[in-house]
Nanobody, 128 residues
Framework: EVQLVESGGGFVQAGGSLRLSCTAS????????????LGWFRQAPGKEREEVAG????????FYLASVKGRFSILKDNAKNMVILEMNNLKAEDTAVYYC?????????????????WGKGTRVTVSS
């Protein structure tokens, strides 16, 4: 497992923007940031956790929840071991605790399966 620390949550009005960051550290011997697939998940009050966006460590391919496509962007900065979620045109239904997650990238499985490293989460509240 690697250590993940999120930042950037907060309170915003509907239509506004927020930028979440997640910094990774503590890679096992022989592994680097580029060996990991990274993602953002969220959990709203009373709801199950859902996958929001993911990014491949290998080729940078991105994946998005349908309801955030076109509004959210996931990107990574390999030099800083950081994955970022840029969120625009936020809606009240985006209100949740957002978690950063990671696993060593393998092939043949869904990007969001098998995440074994998790951050503690950062809260995003969108007022309507």
């Amino acid at each position: 497992e690697v250590q993940l620390v999120e930042s950037g949550g907060g309170f915003v009005q509907a239509g506004g923007s927020l930028r979440l960051s997640c910094t990774a550290s503590g890679f096992p011997s022989g592994f680097t940031f580029s060996d990991y697939i990274l993602g953002w998940f969220r959990q709203a009050p009373g709801k199950e956790r859902e996958e929001v966006a993911g990014i491949s460590g290998d080729d940078g391919m991105t994946f998005y929840l349908a309801s955030v496509k076109g509004r959210f962007s996931i990107l990574k900065d390999n030099a800083k071991n950081m994955v970022i979620l840029e969120m625009n045109n936020l809606k009240a239904e985006d209100t949740a605790v957002y978690y950063c997650a990671a696993r060593v990238e393998t092939y043949g499985s869904k990007w969001s399966d098998g995440m074994d490293s998790w951050g503690k989460g950062t809260r995003v509240t969108v007022s309507s």
